[in-house]
């Protein structure tokens, strides 16, 4: 039972241009979201999160919304840059943050072309 | 800060043996590690969560006596695959968080291949 889905496995956009990500939920328990980044043969990097009690986090180029009702997450970044090509994971957490256990979605392969 | 490094970052071998990988937190205490796997395509799944000098708490269907855990000091964790078989095969990562930590920090995983 996958409580944690990004549906889309792979993603190609144009730098400079705006990357959206998706993530979906089951479980409304889950009180804490991340995005984190990973490349080939390297741990996850831990990019962004977003409390249930918010709609909207910003970090830079990297936006995180939230919407609680239809247990839906997205992550934009913009504007995309070949650095970013990378597979971006999705994850929720039961409480105390992102230090807890993490639920992690299959990932979503983003690549930004020159 | 919060580097997380993982030991061997490749091991191959025979079936039957069995594989000791470590997890260091360089420069913070760690309360806390969690060791996950990652199977092609799939996302990762947590295996164990271990709190220092405390017996580590495993997910359901992870057998804890074919994964030993150890996590003997606060920048030291360590995951025993005993009696490994081709279908261990997989790529494990753990993480790690200190006591004032709100996120985990993620080593760089290491790939077993069992043949």
């Known amino acids: 039972d996958q409580q944690v889905k990004q549906n889309s496995p792979s993603l190609s956009v144009q730098e400079g241009r705006i990357s959206i990500l998706n993530c979906d939920y089951t479980?409304?328990?889950?009180?804490?979201f991340l995005w984190y980044k990973k490349y080939p043969a390297e741990g996850p990097t831990f990019l962004i999160s977003?409390?249930?009690?918010?709609d909207k986090n910003e970090d830079g180029r990297f936006t995180v919304f939230l919407n609680k009702s239809a247990k839906h997450l997205s992550l934009h970044i913009v504007p995309s840059q070949p650095g970013d090509s990378a597979v971006y994971f999705c994850?929720?957490?039961?409480?105390?943050?992102?230090?807890?256990?993490?639920?992690f979605g299959k990932g979503t392969k983003l690549t930004v072309n020159p | 800060g919060a580097v997380v490094s993982q030991h061997p970052s490749r091991v191959i071998c025979k079936s039957g043996t069995s594989v000791k990988i470590e997890c260091r937190s360089l420069?913070?205490?760690?309360?806390?590690m969690f060791w996950y796997r990652q199977f092609p395509k799939k996302s990762l799944m947590l295996m164990a969560t271990?709190?220092?000098?405390?017996?580590?708490?495993?997910e359901q269907g992870v057998e804890k006596d074919k994964f030993l855990i150890n996590h003997a000091s606060l920048t030291l964790s360590t995951l025993t695959v005993t009696s490994a078989h081709p279908e261990d095969s997989s790529f494990y990562i753990c993480?790690?968080?200190?006591?004032?930590?709100?996120?985990?920090?993620f080593g760089p995983g290491t790939r077993l291949t069992v043949l």
């Open positions: 479980n409304s328990m889950f009180d804490y």
């Open positions: 420069d913070f205490q760690a309360t806390t």
């Open positions: 994850a929720a957490s039961l409480g105390k943050g992102g230090s807890e256990k993490l639920v």
């Open positions: 271990s709190n220092e000098g405390s017996k580590a708490t495993y």
């Open positions: 977003i409390s249930s009690i918010k």
């Open positions: 993480s790690a968080r200190g006591a004032f930590h709100d996120t985990q920090y």
